[in-house]
C-alpha cells in the first residue's frame, strides 16, 4: 500500500502542472492551494468564451453580454493571471536553482510544454490546417516573442511567452542571486511603462509589437510573472499569526478582490478598474490563499476534488485553441456559429483525455527520463 501511493503521488505531482511550470499546486512552503484550481478553472473558461464568442459564434458573445447587461468583453485578459499564477509557482524552482542546474531546468520546462504543442502542430497538419514548412518553429515556442506566427491556433503564443520569460527568470537568478530581485523588479516597472505609455504597431492592440521588434505578450509576460514572484517572496516572509483581526481584513480582501476581478473582466462596464491595479489585486489574492487568510480560501483549500477537473485545464487550453483555429481556417464550414462552437464543444473532450492521458501521462514522462535523467 505505502509502494501504490508513493507511486501515486509521484505520478500527481508531474501530472498536474495545467499552464505553468509547476509540478504541483503548491505554495512556496509545499501545501496544495486548491483555491488556485477554481480560478484556473474560471480563467480558462473565459478563454474558451472569448475565441468562441470572437470567432466562431458572435451570437454567444452577444448572449454573454446581455447577460451581464454589460458592452464590457476583457476576458481576454485571463491570460494576464495565467501569467501572474505562473510566475508565483516559478518562485520555488528560481529559489532553487543554480548556474550549474540551468540548463537541466530548462529541459524540463520544455519537455512539460512542448509534447502537447507538437501534438495538436501535427493534427493541424494532418487535416490541412497547417503547413509543413513552418513544423521546424514547433520545436522552439516563438510564436509569443514576434518571432513566427501562431503554430496551433489560440494558446501557443502563451505557452512561447511562459517558456521565454521562464527561462529568462531562471537565468537571472542563477548567475546573479544577488542582484537579480533589482534587475527582475526594473523589468516589471519598464514593461508596465511600455504598456501604458507606448501603442503597439504591427499586430492588434496590445497583442502587436512595440517599437518594431518588443512582442506584446513577451511584455506582459515579464511584468505580470515578475509580479507573480514578488507574490509569492511575500507569501513565503508573511508568516502572520491567524487573529480574527487577520481573518476579517483577508476575508474582505479575497471578497473585494474577486469582485474586482469578475467586474473587470466580464461585468457592467461601468465598473471600470484600472488594468495594473487589477494585477496587483490578484497578486494579492494569491498571497492570501496561499495562506488561507481569509474565510473563502480556507473553505475552498479543503476541496480537493476540483483537482479531477482542473489537472485537464493544460490540455483543455490547447485544444480549444487547436479547434478554433480548424472551425475559422475552414470559415466554420458554412454551417452556424451555434453549431460549430457545440461540435468544438464535443470535440474537445475526447481531444482533451488523449492530450492529457497519452501525451503528458505517458509520453511526456518517458521524454523527461531520457532528456533529464537528473531527476530532483
Known sequence: MLY???????????????VYDMAEVLNTKGKRIYFVEFLRLFLILSVFLVHVGDWIDPELKRSVLRLCNTQAWHLADAVRYFFIIGG????????KIETGTVCRGICKLWIRLMPGIIFFYALLVAVGCKSGWTFPFAFFPTAGHGVAGE????ADWFMGVYFI???L???????????????LIAGMLVSWWIERNAHAGKGWGHAGTYYGFLAGGTIRGISCMGLGMVAAYLSEQWNLRRTVFLRVLASALEFGALCMLVGYMCYPSRAKYDPIAVELVVAALLIS??????????????????????RYTYSLLLTQGALVHYFRFNHNFGMSGHT???????????LVLIEYHLIEGWLAPKLKRFFVPETN
Open 4 to 18: 501504490l501511493r508513493l507511486s501515486f503521488e509521484k505520478r500527481y505531482t508531474f501530472e498536474t502542472y495545467i
Open 88 to 95: 508565483f509557482f516559478l518562485y520555488r524552482k528560481a529559489m
Open 151 to 154: 503554430l496551433v491556433g489560440y
Open 165 to 167: 520569460v521562464s527561462c
Open 169 to 183: 527568470i531562471l537565468g537571472l537568478f542563477a548567475t546573479n542571486r544577488q542582484s537579480a530581485w533589482l534587475w
Open 289 to 310: 490563499a496561499s495562506r488561507s487568510w481569509g474565510i473563502i480560501s480556507a473553505v475552498l483549500n479543503r476541496c480537493s476534488g476540483v483537482t479531477y477537473l482542473s
Open 340 to 350: 460549430c462552437a457545440w461540435i468544438i464543444l464535443g470535440a474537445a473532450v475526447p
